[in-house]
């Protein structure tokens, strides 16, 4: 069974930055891509971004310019840069990563909380 370790969540003001690791158990070459989804309370988990193994990204609108994604293969580690937090950002954040066949794997999730 796949682990996805999450860590670097916290409580930060707004406008400050957080830095997020995902480390798989596995090769991180196991997964087609990963990424980072989010759940805030009372909302459904969505999409954050997203990297394939080809280094391409994805982005929702609403962290577009603000957020990167990036892989270091040597590490075997994804990240989530986050800069200019704002109060919405606050969520709890997992990391997702999706196998070359069928199946996905989720982390436990890791607290962001944005103050005003």
């Known amino acids: 069974q796949v682990r996805l370790v999450e860590s670097g969540g916290g409580l930060v003001q707004a406008g400050g930055s957080l830095r997020l690791s995902c480390a798989p158990s596995?090769?991180?070459?196991?997964?087609?891509?990963m990424g980072w989804y989010r759940q805030a309370p009372g909302k459904q988990r969505e999409l954050v971004a997203t990297?394939?193994?080809?280094?391409?990204?994805n982005f929702a609108d609403s962290v577009k310019g603000r957020f990167t994604i990036s892989r270091d293969n040597a590490k075997n580690t994804v990240y989530l840069q986050m800069n200019s937090l704002k109060p919405e950002d606050t969520a709890v954040y997992y990391c997702?990563?999706?196998?070359?066949?069928?199946?996905?794997?989720w982390g436990q999730g890791t607290q962001v909380t944005v103050s005003s």
């Open positions: 997702h990563a999706l196998r070359w066949s069928s199946g996905d794997y």
């Open positions: 990297i394939t193994s080809g280094g391409s990204t």
């Open positions: 596995g090769s991180i070459f196991s997964f087609k891509a």
